[in-house]
């Protein structure tokens, strides 16, 4: 049998291998391998739980159990390989106490994570002699000298101090006393000299490029400090209280720099302070805390949320009335967008507790999200410069005075910040901005190189920013190529952002005008660049007029048909929006940017086999996988085919760069799906990225209704309509919460508020249609979905919402009016077609009733309404067995549609298949318990069957569901007719 050789992973990350079974025997009898480690076959095995190969898990049961023993040649070997791990283990004991394990030297995670050991087999595979060697951490890029004047270089390592004002300014912010979240903990001095075996391991490294050639795995495991972060659950293992604080106490030095290369890596160590001790509460918060403060570069995916809220939870059950928890309450308060909640358990917290500097730094901060300048002051002002731990308070100072208009003060706040912590790039990115808005070129230009030179520390919109600004600065200096390049990676990451387009445009057709032979490009870009200046102003036909020239100036540029499809979409003309986009992917089908654009307009038209269609060719071009993720999603959420939807957009926001849109429309699909909870969430991070969004805004106010009750949501959209121009959209909000909660009256209230505000807005009258159907008014609901029509055309609510009315009347032609309205806008709206047909079918015209539920299977084939409306037909018509097999259609789609199984049990029933009949009822009743018509048709059976106790006591509980049936007399016969 031929022998096999493993590759082993340490839990400290270390690799081992490749080595025979025989060496792993020794690793286990002297404890190093504990069943906790993963292990692949070498050379291309999965890697797997070592204890999930057989012949190492009974090696490890018999060290458990103490039946591994070693004859004297294998006790002499097991003496060579505990001097070799000793040797290393000497090695991370001087790493995490040295103060090399602070910013600035050789850090503790380099020892915890960096270092891999690699055992180098000499000689032929069977041969057991190996060579123990660490890896050295890979060296880092250093970014090239920024800006024009004084220029500096900076180094990603935030321990390398960088004075960016030039002489550093006499300061009192030094930090003297501890603080919960934000303190700097000194580690333990250095321990002088090394032992021999520790200098043998390290004069190991000199060899470590033949390991690597020779051990290729090692390599791949090695870790980047900015690569992406698992936001993970630590596994627990062996619990070390002492090693816990230890790596705690090295994890802070990174935390309080504030930055995404901090909270990476303070991230990596906690997650070993807590598998160490999982009863470590500070370092269940400070961990929770470092993955929120990566909420900008991570995955946000629902693991993420999940993983922090389990984390806080965890902290919270310990019972430990500390400072960190508090805090990681009121961090995880804020993304949710909820500061009023934080500024609760911060008062809850110091009724018992001293208000130190923690409490007063959080409480500002639940202040500024509220944009409440002078509590946020004040609370600031309270805090002693000396306990100014870090960069969080000086930044929090810079958005303060940033959101107050004292921009020399920002600029000083955000210039201590970076002077703190020089990869601060959030802080970075405002003084680029502010500095450029003083003609600070230079130094302007520091901190968008700085950026841009470290994509790994910024958003995708801090990079968008730093390029664009670049890209000013540049064209001043009338280096236009650069510039339009800068602008070209703008784009990228902010392809929607209208002062991009406009400058990008602007100077397209400036470097136009230069090229000879270049002017009708030249003319096109500068018709662009006006029409782009008047639709951010919201002059839609000025817009057009500008865009038109554009496309008469260069005919074979799909640019201007875009720009066209976005003012006939803006002013509610959605086919001329999609006839547009079709001439534009037509012109060019190569353009893959082109296609989401088209894709999206033929959702909003609900030209879903299209939309398909597209998707496919898109997915030919190479198309990024979110992108295709995302469109799906709508693509499935427009079709209410939740789920489904669910599934795409939790892959779509799953990379660190989605947008705000992205996250509402998730948001959305949960909120739809009754998960409020985590929708509070993606809402919240809308508002993250995008603070003045509306729909995200009044999405937290009803998760909040929905979660702590109404009152709640309408405090919320209460103190966000002080800081906010939109006033009638958030006051519209509320009327919508009233409504859901039944509260038509104060539904209405909301509603004349929010129309107060601005009486052109479409919105409110919806709402307030609503509200008079909850008072069975519907007169006045009918007049109100009527007006609201008319401000939104697009939008085909209003005219379903008066065919129901109409249908409840019993004014079956002023209904039909009402959903042919929808069908000439919309010819493929799920469910009109249907909807004409339950008209039709109230008539008692079954051919045309018929024919509409044809028509709907043709349009929408996954709308199961229609086969259960075709299925009524053939009934009524005696057809059963056409009923049947449109029927048994449905129930392949989803075998669990209660209507489709009652249709069918009721088609069985008359065809006196009565076992069929049963059958397709009993499994009706088993999905949906509380339906009254599963009883009745039960009923309906039973009789048929002969069983009048079982036919009285569905025909009882169908009278118990439904005390108001119209046939309740003619049932109520029967029941007394003994």
Same mark, same amino acid.
């Given at each position: 049998?031929?022998?096999?050789?493993?590759?082993?992973?340490?839990?400290?990350?270390?690799?081992?291998?490749?080595?025979?079974?025989?060496?792993?025997?020794?690793?286990?009898?002297?404890?190093?391998?504990?069943?906790?480690?993963?292990?692949?076959?070498?050379?291309?095995?999965?890697?797997?739980?070592?204890?999930?190969?057989?012949?190492?898990?009974?090696?490890?049961?018999?060290?458990?159990?103490?039946?591994?023993?070693?004859?004297?040649?294998?006790?002499?070997?097991?003496?060579?390989?505990?001097?070799?791990?000793?040797?290393?283990?000497?090695?991370?004991?001087?790493?995490?106490?040295?103060?090399?394990?602070?910013?600035?030297?050789?850090?503790?995670?380099?020892?915890?994570?960096?270092?891999?050991?690699?055992?180098?087999?000499?000689?032929?595979?069977?041969?057991?002699?190996?060579?123990?060697?660490?890896?050295?951490?890979?060296?880092?890029?250093?970014?090239?000298?920024?800006?024009?004047?004084?220029?500096?270089?900076?180094?990603?390592?935030?321990?390398?101090?960088?004075?960016?004002?030039?002489?550093?300014?006499?300061?009192?912010?030094?930090?003297?006393?501890?603080?919960?979240?934000?303190?700097?903990?000194?580690?333990?001095?250095?321990?002088?000299?090394?032992?021999?075996?520790?200098?043998?391991?390290?004069?190991?490294?000199?060899?470590?490029?033949?390991?690597?050639?020779?051990?290729?795995?090692?390599?791949?495991?090695?870790?980047?400090?900015?690569?992406?972060?698992?936001?993970?659950?630590?596994?627990?293992?062996?619990?070390?209280?002492?090693?816990?604080?230890?790596?705690?106490?090295?994890?802070?030095?990174?935390?309080?720099?504030?930055?995404?290369?901090?909270?990476?890596?303070?991230?990596?160590?906690?997650?070993?302070?807590?598998?160490?001790?999982?009863?470590?509460?500070?370092?269940?918060?400070?961990?929770?805390?470092?993955?929120?403060?990566?909420?900008?570069?991570?995955?946000?995916?629902?693991?993420?949320?999940?993983?922090?809220?389990?984390?806080?939870?965890?902290?919270?059950?310990?019972?430990?009335?500390?400072?960190?928890?508090?805090?990681?309450?009121?961090?995880?308060?804020?993304?949710?967008?909820?500061?009023?909640?934080?500024?609760?358990?911060?008062?809850?917290?110091?009724?018992?507790?001293?208000?130190?500097?923690?409490?007063?730094?959080?409480?500002?901060?639940?202040?500024?999200?509220?944009?409440?300048?002078?509590?946020?002051?004040?609370?600031?002002?309270?805090?002693?410069?000396?306990?100014?731990?870090?960069?969080?308070?000086?930044?929090?100072?810079?958005?303060?005075?940033?959101?107050?208009?004292?921009?020399?003060?920002?600029?000083?706040?955000?210039?201590?910040?970076?002077?703190?912590?020089?990869?601060?790039?959030?802080?970075?990115?405002?003084?680029?901005?502010?500095?450029?808005?003083?003609?600070?070129?230079?130094?302007?230009?520091?901190?968008?190189?700085?950026?841009?030179?470290?994509?790994?520390?910024?958003?995708?919109?801090?990079?968008?920013?730093?390029?664009?600004?670049?890209?000013?600065?540049?064209?001043?200096?009338?280096?236009?190529?650069?510039?339009?390049?800068?602008?070209?990676?703008?784009?990228?990451?902010?392809?929607?952002?209208?002062?991009?387009?406009?400058?990008?445009?602007?100077?397209?057709?400036?470097?136009?005008?230069?090229?000879?032979?270049?002017?009708?490009?030249?003319?096109?870009?500068?018709?662009?660049?006006?029409?782009?200046?008047?639709?951010?102003?919201?002059?839609?036909?000025?817009?057009?007029?500008?865009?038109?020239?554009?496309?008469?100036?260069?005919?074979?540029?799909?640019?201007?048909?875009?720009?066209?499809?976005?003012?006939?979409?803006?002013?509610?003309?959605?086919?001329?929006?999609?006839?547009?986009?079709?001439?534009?992917?037509?012109? +060019?089908? @190569?353009?893959?940017?082109? =296609?989401?654009? !088209?894709?999206?307009? /033929?959702?909003?038209?609900?030209? &879903?086999? %299209? *939309?398909?269609?597209?998707?496919?060719?898109?997915?030919?071009?190479?198309?990024?996988?979110?992108?295709?993720?995302?469109?799906?999603?709508?693509?499935?959420?427009?079709?209410?085919?939740?789920?489904?939807?669910?599934?795409?957009?939790?892959?779509?926001?799953?990379? +660190?760069? @989605?947008?705000?849109?992205? =996250?509402?429309? !998730?948001?959305?699909? /949960?909120?739809?799906?009754?998960? &409020?909870? %985590? *929708?509070?969430?993606?809402?919240?991070?809308?508002?993250?990225?995008?603070?003045?969004?509306?729909?995200?805004?009044?999405?937290?106010?009803?998760?909040?209704?929905?979660?702590?009750?109404?009152?709640?949501?309408?405090?919320?959209?209460?103190?966000?309509?002080?800081?906010?121009?939109?006033?009638?959209?958030?006051?519209?909000?509320?009327?919508?919460?009233?409504?859901?909660?039944?509260?038509?009256?104060? *539904?209405?209230?909301?509603?004349?508020?929010?129309?107060?505000?601005?009486?052109?807005?479409?919105?409110?009258?919806?709402?307030?249609?609503?509200?008079?159907?909850?008072?069975?008014?519907?007169?006045?609901?009918?007049?109100?979905?009527?007006?609201?029509?008319?401000?939104?055309?697009?939008?085909?609510?209003?005219?379903?919402?008066?065919?129901?009315?109409?249908?409840?009347?019993?004014?079956?032609?002023? *209904?039909?009016?009402?959903?042919?309205?929808?069908?000439?806008?919309?010819?493929?709206?799920?469910?009109?077609?249907?909807?004409?047909?339950?008209?039709?079918?109230?008539?008692?015209?079954?051919?045309?009733?018929?024919?509409?539920?044809?028509?709907?299977?043709?349009?929408?084939?996954?709308?199961?309404?229609?086969?259960?409306?075709?299925?009524?037909?053939?009934?009524?018509?005696?057809?059963?067995?056409?009923?049947?097999?449109?029927?048994?259609?449905?129930?392949?789609?989803?075998?669990?549609?209660?209507?489709?199984?009652?249709?069918?049990?009721?088609?069985?029933?008359?065809?006196?298949?009565?076992?069929?009949?049963?059958?397709?009822?009993?499994?009706?009743?088993?999905?949906?318990?509380?339906?009254?018509?599963?009883?009745?048709?039960?009923?309906?059976?039973?009789?048929?069957?002969?069983?009048?106790?079982?036919?009285?006591?569905?025909?009882?509980?169908?009278?118990?569901?439904?005390?108001?049936?119209?046939?309740?007399?003619?049932?109520?016969?029967?029941?007394?007719?003994?």
């Amino acid at each position: 049998m031929e022998q096999l050789f493993y590759k082993i992973c340490l839990e400290n990350g270390r690799v081992l291998g490749p080595i025979d079974l025989d060496r792993i025997t020794l690793f286990v009898a002297n404890g190093i391998f504990k069943g906790i480690e993963t292990a692949r076959v070498y050379p291309d095995g999965e890697w797997k739980n070592i204890g999930a190969y057989p012949e190492i898990a009974a090696l490890l049961e018999a060290k458990k159990d103490g039946r591994l023993v070693l004859d004297s040649q294998k006790l002499e070997e097991s003496k060579a390989i505990q001097a070799e791990m000793a040797g290393l283990a000497e090695i991370d004991s001087m790493a995490l106490d040295s103060p090399e394990g602070s910013p600035g030297g050789a850090t503790a995670e380099a020892s915890l994570h960096d270092e891999k050991t690699v055992i180098v087999r000499r000689g032929g595979a069977g041969e057991e002699n190996t060579v123990i060697r660490s890896a050295p951490e890979a060296p880092r890029q250093q970014p090239a000298p920024a800006g024009r004047g004084r220029e500096r270089e900076f180094e990603v390592d935030p321990g390398h101090k960088v004075d960016i004002e030039g002489d550093k300014p006499a300061n009192p912010w030094v930090a003297t006393e501890k603080t919960a979240m934000f303190t700097l903990n000194r580690p333990a001095p250095m321990k002088k000299g090394l032992s021999k075996r520790a200098r043998f391991v390290i004069a190991g490294v000199a060899a470590v490029v033949v390991a690597l050639l020779l051990n290729p795995e090692s390599d791949k495991k090695t870790l980047d400090d900015n690569r992406p972060l698992e936001v993970k659950m630590p596994v627990p293992g062996k619990q070390d209280a002492h090693r816990s604080e230890k790596l705690l106490s090295t994890a802070r030095q990174y935390y309080v720099q504030d930055t995404v290369d901090g909270y990476r890596k303070a991230a990596r160590i906690l997650q070993k302070a807590v598998a160490f001790d999982v009863e470590n509460v500070k370092a269940l918060c400070f961990l929770a805390s470092a993955y929120l403060g990566l909420i900008d570069v991570a995955n946000k995916d629902e693991n993420y949320f999940t993983v922090v809220t389990r984390l806080i939870e965890a902290a919270r059950a310990k019972g430990v009335d500390l400072p960190e928890v508090v805090a990681s309450d009121v961090e995880l308060y804020l993304v949710l967008g909820n500061p009023d909640a934080a500024i609760g358990r911060v008062d809850e917290y110091t009724k018992t507790h001293p208000y130190g500097a923690e409490m007063r730094y959080y409480v500002a901060s639940a202040f500024l999200a509220k944009g409440d300048i002078e509590n946020t002051r004040k609370f600031l002002d309270q805090i002693d410069p000396k306990e100014w731990n870090g960069a969080r308070i000086p930044y929090l100072y810079g958005l303060m005075l940033e959101k107050a208009g004292q921009r020399d003060e920002a600029i000083k706040a955000f210039s201590e910040t970076v002077r703190r912590s020089p990869a601060h790039v959030r802080a970075r990115s405002h003084l680029l901005e502010l500095q450029y808005a003083k003609d600070n070129i230079a130094e302007a230009g520091i901190h968008a190189d700085y950026v841009i030179a470290n994509p790994a520390l910024a958003s995708g919109l801090e990079l968008a920013k730093a390029h664009y600004f670049r890209a000013r600065m540049r064209t001043s200096a009338k280096r236009g190529e650069e510039a339009l390049a800068d602008l070209e990676a703008a784009l990228k990451n902010a392809p929607e952002e209208p002062d991009y387009l406009l400058e990008y445009y602007t100077l397209k057709a400036r470097l136009g005008l230069a090229v000879k032979g270049a002017g009708k490009k030249a003319k096109m870009f500068d018709a662009l660049a006006s029409g782009e200046k008047a639709l951010r102003e919201d002059k839609l036909k000025e817009a057009q007029f500008f865009f038109l020239s554009a496309r008469q100036a260069q005919e074979n540029d799909p640019t201007p048909l875009v720009k066209l499809s976005e003012t006939f979409r803006r002013q509610g003309d959605v086919q001329s929006a999609k006839l547009n986009l079709a001439k534009a992917v037509k012109l +060019a089908p @190569a353009r893959v940017e082109l =296609y989401p654009k !088209y894709i999206r307009v /033929l959702i909003d038209a609900y030209e &879903f086999e %299209d *939309a398909q269609r597209m998707l496919e060719v898109y997915k030919g071009l190479n198309a990024p996988a979110a992108a295709i993720d995302r469109l799906n999603g709508d693509l499935f959420f427009k079709r209410q085919r939740l789920r489904e939807a669910q599934v795409y957009y939790k892959r779509a926001i799953a990379g +660190a760069n @989605a947008d705000s849109g992205s =996250y509402v429309t !998730y948001a959305s699909i /949960l909120f739809a799906g009754n998960a &409020f909870r %985590d *929708a509070a969430f993606f809402y919240g991070l809308a508002l993250r990225f995008d603070p003045t969004n509306v729909a995200a805004t009044i999405g937290v106010a009803k998760s909040l209704a929905e979660l702590d009750g109404t009152q709640r949501g309408i405090d919320y959209l209460n103190a966000a309509m002080r800081a906010s121009t939109r006033k009638a959209e958030l006051m519209n909000g509320i009327g919508e919460i009233f409504v859901r909660k039944g509260d038509s009256q104060n *539904a209405l209230k909301a509603v004349d508020q929010a129309l107060a505000y601005d009486s052109e807005l479409a919105l409110p009258h919806k709402t307030r249609g609503d509200a008079y159907v909850g008072l069975d008014k519907y007169k006045e609901a009918l007049d109100a979905y009527l007006t609201y029509t008319n401000l939104a055309p697009l939008d085909p609510a209003g005219h379903i919402e008066r065919y129901k009315l109409f249908l409840k009347k019993f004014d079956l032609k002023a *209904a039909k009016e009402s959903i042919e309205k929808v069908i000439a806008t919309y010819p493929r709206y799920p469910g009109a077609y249907n909807l004409l047909g339950e008209l039709y079918l109230e008539a008692r015209n079954f051919a045309s009733a018929g024919e509409a539920a044809k028509q709907e299977m043709i349009f929408n084939p996954a709308y199961l309404p229609a086969y259960v409306l075709a299925g009524k037909v053939f009934i009524l018509k005696r057809d059963y067995n056409d009923a049947l097999d449109v029927l048994n259609r449905a129930l392949k789609l989803d075998p669990n549609f209660v209507p489709a199984l009652i249709q069918a049990g009721d088609a069985n029933r008359l065809l006196r298949t009565y076992g069929a009949a049963k059958a397709l009822l009993e499994r009706a009743l088993s999905l949906d318990s509380g339906n009254p018509q599963i009883h009745k048709r039960l009923g309906q059976l039973y009789i048929d069957l002969g069983d009048k106790a079982k036919a009285r006591q569905h025909y009882r509980s169908y009278l118990d569901l439904q005390p108001d049936a119209q046939d309740r007399a003619e049932v109520e016969r029967y029941l007394g007719g003994g």
